[in-house]
């Protein structure tokens, strides 16, 4: 049996990554964030994903059966969270400069 410790570790790492993957491809096929560089495109999506995972996902999805398996709802959640994170970096950075 798998420590839940290190279950739950991987579920975070999962959200880091899809985030992170989705600020890359944000950043190399749509364009997102050219003006700040592919590294803040990345951290973004990661920040995204793991407040997409850690907080949206527990707080719009039912409870599972095994609170510490992996979730599929929770990597959506991630996912949509990270590119919700890119899109309002891209606009706040065109409209405000920041």
Avoid: C
């Avoid at 995972?53 to 059966?65: F, H, Y």
């Avoid at 990270?82 to 606009?91: E, S, T």
């Avoid at 706040?92 to 920041?98: A, I």
């Amino acid at each position: 049996m798998i420590p839940t410790g290190i279950i739950r570790a991987m579920n975070i790492a999962l959200w880091i990554l899809a985030g992170g993957a989705l600020g890359w491809l944000g950043y190399a096929v749509v364009g997102y964030n050219e003006g700040r560089g592919l590294a803040v495109s990345i951290v973004i999506g990661a920040v995204g994903g793991f407040f997409g995972g850690k907080v949206i996902a527990p707080a719009l999805s039912a409870a599972v059966a095994v609170p510490d398996a992996f979730n599929a709802t929770a990597l959506f959640f991630a996912a949509a969270a990270a590119a919700a994170f890119l899109f309002l970096g891209n606009f706040s950075h065109q409209r405000w400069g920041v």
